[in-house]
């Protein structure tokens, strides 16, 4: 798995370096926008792990000029904590976003659930398990401790999305777009509603999730 690295700060790009190879991630570093652009056309690398603030061209800029001829998944690594700054990135066409600092498990987890989100559903991946569900993709099926949860058409198509993408973030305009076709729906809480029936079918405690999480201002993410 080739990745990218695009960040002004020689220090984090090294220690990243070393640390991503040594979990086996082949690393190509970029110091700044316009190369980063450069070296993704050359390398082709599978993740881009991306800093907003960097010289010549910023983040946001390098995300919109690679979203013209990319699909490559992009996650945003930025000492930005704001949620316009988030959002924005987001809307742009990041796929994720980790503020730094940040712990090196969690950037892993991430990588590791784009590296999956990448490749593509697996015969392996044919079925997803978090707590005592089992959500069967092929059956399009839920069971709870074995019993059928039965789930409404909308509710299945939210769920099924969270599921092909598991441990990353999947923004509201996604699941706006995958479940009503078109991201220009307004949310008018919809999204909220339908993700509330879910944690009441689903959670053991839906009041506290463990597996159905909102992260605030940008959309929902699955943990197994």
């Not at 798995?1 to 040594?22: G, N």
């Not at 792990?49 to 690594?77: C, E, S």
């Not at 689903?202 to 999730?209: G, I, N, S, V, W």
Request: glycine fraction near 8%.
């Amino acid at each position: 798995m080739k990745l990218l690295i695009a960040d002004d700060d020689p220090q984090l790009v090294r220690a990243l370096r070393i640390t991503l190879a040594a979990h086996g991630y082949e690393v190509v570093a970029a110091a700044d926008g316009a190369t980063a652009i450069t070296a993704t056309a050359q390398a082709g690398p599978d993740i881009i792990l991306l800093d907003l603030g960097m010289p010549h061209l910023d983040g946001i800029q390098v995300i919109q000029a690679l979203r013209g001829w990319t699909n490559a998944p992009i996650i945003v690594v930025s000492g930005r904590t704001g949620s316009a700054d988030k959002v924005e990135a987001l809307d742009a066409g990041a796929d994720d976003f980790v503020t730094k600092p940040f712990q090196i498990d969690e950037l892993l987890a991430r990588l590791r659930a784009l590296s999956r989100r990448a490749q593509g559903p697996t015969a392996s991946e044919a079925s997803v398990a978090f707590g005592d569900i089992v959500v069967d993709l092929a059956a399009k099926t839920a069971t709870r401790g074995g019993e059928r949860v039965h789930l409404t058409p909308t509710e299945w198509r939210m769920l099924e999305h969270l599921c092909r993408h598991p441990g990353a973030l999947v923004t509201r305009q996604d699941l706006l777009k995958q479940i009503w076709g078109s991201d220009q729906v307004s949310d008018s809480g919809y999204l909220r509603l339908y993700m509330s029936q879910l944690r009441k079918k689903l959670e053991a405690t839906p009041a506290a999730p463990v597996h159905l999480l909102t992260e605030s201002g940008m959309g929902y993410r699955l943990v197994l």
